[in-house]
Each structure stands twice: as structure tokens, then as C-alpha cells.
């Protein structure tokens, strides 16, 4: 891996964890069993941690995981959280394709959710898509005053 390369991950790493900081916003930051604004349900927090993907997460089975998650998005479809995760697991997997597919999908949806933009960056470093990661990046610290 090249230098500069080297030096673009640690600086989006530093603006991630500093999102994250300043914003206070977890991943399982939504309210219980809400309605959303497209009428699906959305599991609640105590739900998604308590149920059998944690526990694969946890073991770090993510084939089992992901096989979780599609199961709980056919009840809960479009449900933000499920969805994040199920991309974070399809990189987990190599399948980064997928993956930024599903982000730019929650985007569509929310385009001022600092965290997904973090995330789609993440995806996008690990492409070597330098522009369009730094470009995320900046997207995700405008949105997260």
C-alpha cells in the first residue's frame, strides 16, 4: 500500500471517529417498533440486539449474520438499521459492491445521515475511489452540525 494511500484512510478514520463523537449518534439510535415515514415497521434497538444476528455478529459468523439479516428485513423491509447492517456485513465479506449499493440506497432515503455517508466513504477507500470517498467524507461533516 502506498504512502499516500496509507495517510487518506488514517485522515477518514479520524473525521469518522470524530462524527461520531460530535454527533452522539449510535447505529441503534431509532425508536421502538416506530412507524417510518413509508409506512414500514422498524424493529426496535432491544429487538435487533437481543436477536440471533447479535449473537452470529458477536461470534464473528458473518455468513450467518447476513443470512440473519435478510431474514429479519422480509418483516422489516427497508428498515434503516437492517439495512446499514447488512451492508456493513456484505463488506465484511468482500461483496463491497452490494454493499455501497445498499448505502447509496439509505442515502436516497436520507441523504443527511452522517453515519451512512461515513460508511459509503469507508467502502469507497477500500475501492481506492480516493475522490469520491473524500467526497462522502465532506458530505458526512456538513451534515453532522
Do not use: C
Not at 4 to 14: A, D, M, N, V
Not at 33 to 39: C, R, V
Not at 81 to 102: C, F, V
Amino acid at each position: 500500500m502506498s504512502r499516500w494511500f496509507k495517510r487518506l484512510i488514517r485522515f477518514h478514520l479520524i473525521w469518522f471517529l470524530l462524527i461520531v463523537f460530535l454527533t452522539s449518534l449510535s447505529p441503534f439510535a431509532i425508536p421502538d417498533d416506530k412507524i417510518s415515514k413509508n409506512n414500514s415497521l422498524r424493529i426496535s434497538a432491544h429487538q435487533f440486539l437481543s436477536g440471533s444476528f447479535a449473537k452470529s455478529f458477536k461470534e464473528r459468523k458473518y455468513e450467518k449474520a447476513l443470512d440473519e439479516l435478510k431474514k429479519l428485513s422480509k418483516k422489516y423491509s427497508n428498515d434503516p438499521l437492517i439495512l446499514r447492517y447488512q451492508a456493513l456485513k456484505l463488506e465484511k465479506l468482500g461483496r463491497r459492491e452490494e454493499a455501497i449499493t445498499i448505502y447509496q440506497k439509505l442515502l436516497s432515503q436520507n441523504p443527511k445521515h452522517a453515519p451512512t455517508r461515513v460508511f459509503l466513504g469507508r467502502a469507497y477507500v477500500r475501492q481506492r475511489k480516493g475522490k469520491a470517498a473524500a467526497e462522502e467524507f465532506r458530505q458526512a461533516s456538513l451534515h453532522s452540525k
